[in-house]
């Protein structure tokens, strides 16, 4: 099934232990948090572009190519509008209103991205006993997991029942906006209901297998860190103290710039 | 072998929000290694008296119990279901849903793990139960590329993995193509074989109750009768008018007025040459012209399909060169494996998949000129579970969809529905929620929102899959009297007696191609062919096939009988 979002071909990115994974997740996001102006945030860009070829995650970026493109065009909108400068660009724009609302979005864009790649990348099980390893309780791991899960599930039902009421006569490419959102209505309900239905079996399969009898559990995968991994680490360590010894000094912020 | 097991003792059960008791005093008890199938029509309590005995009932559900269950000296009431899962596992019906992993190995891991089964110990049961149920080839594929059969077949492993002395399995079969139900019916066999092993099954299929120790027929949520697989099958009587189907060849005998009824075909080979029984073959010869001139007659073609080929992105071939017509007036079904193209072809039929190469012309129009919402008005098509369409809260709203987006005007509407509604036998529900009528409720308001746009051509996926026996004969019927009033019936199944007493003709599917079509006595005639596509004709017409005619129920064969009246 094409609905999954776990790529399963083994790069590079892949092949790295998840608790690095998660661990470059998360410095990433201190990384892309640190600077106001997009040209400081360029070396950090690179290295989730190239998570995302190795990794192929732009499969998946591709498939959420339009909430990516909705959510880029109402950033680069409302960063405008709520900041402004003192170098004027043209009508109500400033260079510096223009730099800012560019570094938002890459922000935006760059923290879904780096999300993509690690799910793209990791194994729901891998995730979350990574997620446990590094001191997450069971439970919150198994609910994050069991989210992700989900997705696939509903995207497949979410085909056939457009395919069932498209037969019915359900045209969902014509009318306006407030006409097309009615049209939904026929397909959100059989996917709730459908969802709703198929949870309560999980939960019940959940416990007739045993979840939560013991208080300890033991877990099947184990990791082992490979030298690959202790280089990335150490890399994304050294490269984000840089960025933030930078940060403190000052480096990276857009100058003139006013926001509302 | 006598000590029980599981012993259910005055087992009350109700709901929450609910009046009526689902199960109303049961006593049961099952014995060591034993293997009870419970049968019953729906709503009568079945899966709630399944999930009573691994403690889903009290702890799960909410609702009010009365009585005790006890297995292996564990009342159900002082043990979470967790618990419960180190002695009692439990396979579901729906393989999607059930399975949580990514990765075959991990799934079977997943009960052990909890129970803080070492690693070493862990590894050495995926191992082995992989074996047992045949998928150590798939051990590092994600569940979600296996088909359904071999996802119920992993669902089971994960289960044994936990090593439990009782197995329940609430319908395991219901949603699988026939390959994959007689795949997982092979591995049930060899666990009721297992001494260690107690097994509970609820199941539909009745020639799969012949491996059964003992059967248990529940209706209304009381154990109607309980007693040796022989003798409840020799129950045709019982069996019926519970809405149970019983099977073909007995049901044959009994009729002719034996007392000692055969069960399985050899035993019917056997009895019908002691019995000195022979088929006159006037008689038959007069069923078969009268059938031919039956389909003789449809000769306007509706649907003309020519060289077909579809290609699914990437480059699954779903379809390869398929040519086939239907025509007005014909009731065919389309049976093949999940996987041979029956719903890519069907799909065709109304527009919602394009020919990869070939033509497919409906009124003599090519589809791709039609489109979606115009070939809707000629060609209907019922997906297979109405949960998939069904939105409004009332039924009147939902059946009345498809007509007002057509842009009928309201009194038209009024009058497409209440037709509708009476053909599918719901009138005067129309004010109804959907949502809280039956399965085989909700199918027919899948129907009738079908059937209120008055298509020519009714295409129904798995009209009768989810539904107990009489409601499948329910449903058929009423779709049989549609094809009497002139609709052109084409429908996808996989219940090889409902092809066997419905469909007019047959088109047999293999593989993206059509390996066998004409009248369905001719189709099942061909039991070799059919082997080959995995698919079964019922015991009865095998019985039938051996004696060297093709009899399609237990009734022509009577009517064919020498001495028999007309």
Request: negative net charge.
């Amino acid at each position: 099934m094409d609905s999954e979002i776990y790529i399963d071909n083994n790069s590079f990115v892949h092949r790295l232990d998840p608790r690095v994974k998660i661990t470059i997740f998360l410095l990433t996001f201190v990384a892309i948090l640190l600077f106001q102006d997009p040209l400081w945030m360029l070396p950090i860009t690179v290295l989730v572009v190239i998570q995302i070829i190795i990794s192929q995650a732009y499969i998946n970026l591709g498939r959420i190519r339009y909430v990516l493109i909705v959510l880029t065009i109402s950033s680069m909108v409302l960063w405008n509008l709520f900041s402004t400068g003192e170098t004027q660009l043209f009508w109500r724009l400033s260079v510096e209103s223009m730099q800012f609302a560019i570094a938002r979005t890459l922000l935006m864009v760059l923290m879904i991205s780096a999300g993509m790649v690690l799910i793209t990348s990791t194994r729901n099980e891998e995730l979350v006993n990574g997620m446990i390893e590094l001191g997450m309780p069971y439970r919150v791991g198994f609910a994050i997991s069991t989210a992700l899960r989900l997705v696939p599930t509903i995207a497949s039902s979410a085909v056939t029942i457009s395919q069932a009421q498209r037969s019915r006569g359900l045209d969902l490419d014509s009318g306006n906006l407030f006409e097309r959102i009615k049209k939904f209505l026929p397909l959100l309900v059989p996917v709730f209901i459908s969802t709703i239905r198929s949870t309560n079996i999980f939960g019940m399969a959940l416990e007739s297998k045993g979840f939560g009898a013991r208080e300890k559990r033991t877990y099947y995968l184990v990791f082992h860190m490979e030298k690959a991994d202790y280089v990335v680490l150490v890399f994304y360590i050294i490269f984000v103290a840089v960025s933030v010894y930078f940060a403190l000094m000052g480096f990276g912020k857009i100058d003139g710039l006013i926001r509302f | 072998m006598t000590e029980s097991v599981v012993s259910v003792n005055k087992l009350q059960y109700r709901y929450r929000g609910q009046k009526g008791y689902a199960l109303d005093g049961i006593d049961l008890d099952i014995a060591s290694g034993e293997f009870l199938m419970l049968m019953g029509p729906s709503e009568a309590g079945k899966s709630t008296l399944a999930a009573t005995i691994n403690g889903l009932i009290p702890h799960f559900h909410v609702g009010k119990m009365a009585g005790d269950v006890i297995v292996m000296e564990r009342n159900t009431r002082d043990f979470t279901v967790a618990k419960m899962a180190e002695i009692v596992g439990m396979v579901f019906q729906d393989f999607e849903a059930q399975l949580f992993s990514t990765n075959v190995e991990l799934e079977v891991a997943f009960g052990p793990e909890n129970f803080a089964v070492d690693r070493e110990e862990i590894k050495r049961r995926i191992d082995e139960n992989l074996n047992y149920v045949g998928l150590e080839a798939s051990r590092n594929r994600p569940p979600s590329t296996l088909s359904g059969g071999q996802k119920q077949k992993l669902a089971i492993a994960s289960v044994l993995a936990l090593k439990p002395k009782v197995l329940v399995m609430d319908e395991p079969t219901t949603d699988l193509d026939p390959i994959s139900k007689s795949g997982v019916f092979e591995i049930t066999h060899r666990l009721c074989k297992r001494e260690d092993l107690t097994l509970m099954m609820v199941e539909h299929e009745t020639e799969e109750a012949l491996y059964a120790d003992r059967i248990a027929l529940i209706k209304d949520g009381n154990l109607i009768k309980v007693g040796p697989t022989r003798e409840i099958l020799s129950d045709v009587e019982t069996l019926e008018s519970i809405g149970v189907m019983p099977l073909g060849i007995p049901k044959f005998f009994k009729s002719v007025g034996h007392k000692d009824l055969p069960l399985t075909i050899e035993e019917g080979l056997e009895t019908f040459s002691d019995a000195g029984l022979e088929i006159s073959e006037d008689k038959y010869q007069q069923i078969i012209s009268d059938e031919n001139a039956d389909i003789a007659k449809n000769t306007e073609p509706l649907i003309k399909v020519e060289n077909l080929t579809h290609v699914y992105k990437g480059d699954v071939h779903a379809l390869n060169g398929v040519t086939m017509q239907i025509n007005k007036g014909d009731m065919v079904a389309i049976i093949g494996q999940n996987g041979s193209g029956k719903t890519t072809l069907a799909k065709h039929f109304n527009g919602l998949l394009m020919p990869t190469e070939g033509d497919v012309e409906v009124n003599g129009l090519p589809t791709s000129e039609q489109g979606v919402f115009k070939l809707g008005q000629t060609v209907g098509y019922v997906f297979q579970n109405p949960d998939h369409q069904i939105f409004s809260e009332k039924v009147f709203d939902e059946v009345a969809f498809s007509p007002r987006l057509r842009g009928f005007s309201e009194e038209e509407v009024e009058i497409c529905v209440a037709e509708a509604l009476e053909a599918v036998g719901l009138t005067g529900q129309d004010q109804e929620d959907p949502f809280t009528l039956t399965k085989s409720g909700r199918q027919r308001v899948a129907v009738a929102s079908i059937l209120a746009s008055n298509p020519d051509v009714l295409i129904l996926d798995e009209p009768t899959t989810g539904l107990d026996y009489s409601e499948q004969r329910s449903m058929m019927n009423m779709v049989r009297k549609l094809n009497e009033n002139g609709s052109t019936i084409i429908f996808i199944t996989h219940h090889m007696w409902v092809v066997a007493e419905y469909a007019k003709r047959s088109f047999v599917m293999k593989d993206g191609n059509i390996i066998l079509e004409g009248s369905t006595r001719e189709i099942f005639a061909q039991n070799e062919v059919l082997l080959d596509a995995f698919l079964r004709p019922p015991h009865f017409v095998e019985l039938s096939n051996q004696l060297g005619y093709t009899f399609l129920t237990p009734e022509e064969m009577l009517s064919c009988l020498k001495g028999a009246q007309d």
